[in-house]
């Protein structure tokens, strides 16, 4: 099982970039994105069921943050919009073998078995 994580790079605020994640090996129950900025912890980003049910955002992202996923080319994607300087954060995807249908657990990064390498997402003032 690989997830390979890509589209990072250097954008202005106000700009927008979509983040890839190839998913090869198996299906999953659930997919997500995290992010850990410098000097912090990994937070919660964005979720959503394999199946494609309701996705689940952090309050910081609603409304500019999408999280989908194309079934033909089995990837993972996050677009990202009207983005902000404290959106600068190397990203990652994630995926986990259960659907989980609480946030409580499904915004924790252990429950997600597999995670791609992470790109690094940077927003020039």
């Known amino acids: 099982v690989q997830l390979q994580a890509s589209g990072g790079g250097l954008v202005q605020a106000g700009g927008s970039l979509r983040l890839s994640c190839t998913a090869s090996?198996?299906?999953?129950?659930?997919y997500g994105w995290f992010r850990q900025a410098p000097g912090k912890e990994r937070e919660f980003v964005a979720s959503n069921t394999w199946r494609g049910g309701s996705a689940y955002y952090t309050d910081s992202v609603k409304g500019r943050f999408t999280i989908f996923r194309d079934n033909t080319k089995n990837t993972l994607y996050l677009q990202m919009n009207s983005l902000k300087p404290e959106d600068t954060a190397v990203y990652f995807c994630?995926?986990?073998?259960?659907?989980?249908?609480?946030?409580?657990?499904?915004?924790?990064?252990?429950?997600?078995?597999?995670w791609g390498q992470g790109t690094l997402v940077t927003v020039s003032s």
């Open positions: 994630a995926a986990s073998g259960g659907a989980y249908t609480l946030p409580y657990y499904y915004t924790q990064s252990s429950i997600y078995d597999y």
């Open positions: 090996g198996r299906t999953f129950g659930r």
